[in-house]
């Protein structure tokens, strides 16, 4: 199979100083080795908690940031020493609203990245008018920027992204922002954008969308890859666990703490909305912890307490926690 990245003992330190008078330094160390081998027309995924070197990765693959060490190829140029090659051959897009000239029309703007990209000037304005049809932008061709909706801005963001029709597409939390239905259209577009064979290289916290876009997935934590696999087999890695879902009025501070204690509980993780909580509780045996919670539960409002399969997400916590060098906050 054709590889476009191929990344070998990546390592990436950022030195932050603090203090005036007494300057310190401290190491934070981004990326701690990680090796990955991306396949042409693959739609890759990155997942892993804040902080844990996604970003630090696509801006290194990308050529906006150097590494400290180790290697990394995209499409075989090296992204310390031929970045320009790189450059031309690939598509970024970042989530939120950076990166496009609010007070530019979206023709301008497009008009601006065209040049700044080399695209050639006879074919400028076929490639634009093409692209912002296929976003669905062609009736807001004259107005400004700032006149947009988040999603259109997205759209444009990727209408933009296209312009140099590159081989390899990176996106760094694409759909952060978007509401349902944007974002549901969004994965439609990259869908359609892996069926013809682009390479999608995407970050994402979102489970189900690593699932649904994504042929494999690395969960990356402190700076590691700690797992790569099709989403599927992740998924797989925990059959060997069941969940409890339990939601109940107010907090349940007192039956999280008591559940730790229970032998078999593997991981809990709580949300509360209004005044609503829910537990997820990760077991081995959902049969030999459901007899530990009548008592706990006792004289408490429960709206639903049922046992299910584990999804990805649920892996993933799973995976997560177990590679964590410290409690995870
Ligand atoms: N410019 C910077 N200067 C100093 N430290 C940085 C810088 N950028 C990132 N870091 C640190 O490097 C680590 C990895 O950050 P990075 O942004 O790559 O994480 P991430 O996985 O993208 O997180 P998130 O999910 O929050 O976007 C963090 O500890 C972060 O504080
Ligand atoms: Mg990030």
Partial sequence: MDTVVVVKDLRRDYIISSGFLKRKTRRIEALRGIDLTIYRGESFGIVGPNGA?????????????????????????????QPQEIRKRIGLLFGGEKGLYTRLSVWDNMRYFANLYGIPRRQQ?????????????????????????????????????????????????????????GAHEFRNELKRLHSIGKTLILTTHYMYEAELLCDRVAILNEGRVVMLDAPDLIRRYAHDFSVIEIEVFGPVDGIA??????SGVLDITTETRDQRTSLLVQVKDPNQVMQHLPPLLEGMRVYHLATREPTLEDAYIRIISASESKPHE
């Fill in 53 to 81: 070197g996604k970003t630090t990765l696509i801006r290194i693959l990308t050529t906006t940031l150097l590494p400290t060490s180790g290697e990394a190829t995209v499409l075989g140029y090296d992204v310390s020493r």
């Fill in 125 to 181: 304005h076929r490639r634009i008018k093409e692209l912002l049809t296929m976003g669905g932008l062609s009736e807001r061709i004259g107005d400004r920027v700032s006149t947009l909706s988040r999603g259109m801005r997205q759209r444009l963001h990727i209408a933009r992204a296209l312009l140099s029709d590159p081989d390899i597409l990176f996106l760094d939390e694409p759909t952060i922002g978007l509401d349902p239905i």
């Fill in 257 to 262: 703490k008591e559940l730790c204690k229970v």
